[in-house]
């Protein structure tokens, strides 16, 4: 039985790209939102408009990795600003011009965990870091990663490498234990996660 009556939406205020505010905790406050190459990737575009309902304004960069799993166009879209997909003359991994209060890293893959503990800088992802950590060390920014990957590779250097950079001021958001994997929090775990960082 068909029960739609075939109108159009209502009208609304807001433009393509605009949503609603639910708060204003991350008013003011720029996050960089961090893309690695795990499958939980393709769900980070819902996450940086959960991101912006609260206020923030989110600039991403991606890993070449983790554009097999989302789109370009679609965090473009989200975000309402290019995406940081190379390191570039603009050198927005060092973000002078407009620093980031935050940097979540979601999802964040093994590799990216091992080389940003291994001080590794040679993507726009993990030299993002770099300049990141040189932050937080000056206390002058906040560093979450959410590590989601298959049990498997769950081993003893994935352990190290989290406790490493938790000691350095990382904060290791815990991840949903499902399936034999780790999976991505819920978007407003993260969110809380962020609002949290900012005591
Ligand atoms: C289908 C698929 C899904 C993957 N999912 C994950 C994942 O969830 N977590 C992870 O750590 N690696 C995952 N990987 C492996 C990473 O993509 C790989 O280690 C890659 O080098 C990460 O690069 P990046 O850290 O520069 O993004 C996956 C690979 C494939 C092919």
Known sequence: MNDWNYQPPRPSDLGDHDVPLDGEELSGCAVALLVTGGIAAYTTPTLVRALRRRGATVRVFCSSESLRYVSEEALAWASVDSVVTHLGPDAEHLSDSSPF?????????????????????????????????????????????????????????????????SAMGVRIIPPRDAYGKHNLPREDVLVDEVIGSLG
């Open 101 to 165: 209060k935050v940097y979540l890293v979601a999802p964040a893959s093994y590799n990216t965990i091992g080389k940003v503990a291994s001080g590794i800088a040679d993507t726009v992802v993990t030299a993002t870091l770099a300049s990141a950590l040189g932050r937080l060390e000056r206390g002058n920014a906040r560093i979450l990663m959410a590590p989601t990957m298959h049990g498997s590779m769950h081993n003893g250097i994935l352990v190290d490498n989290c406790r490493r950079l």
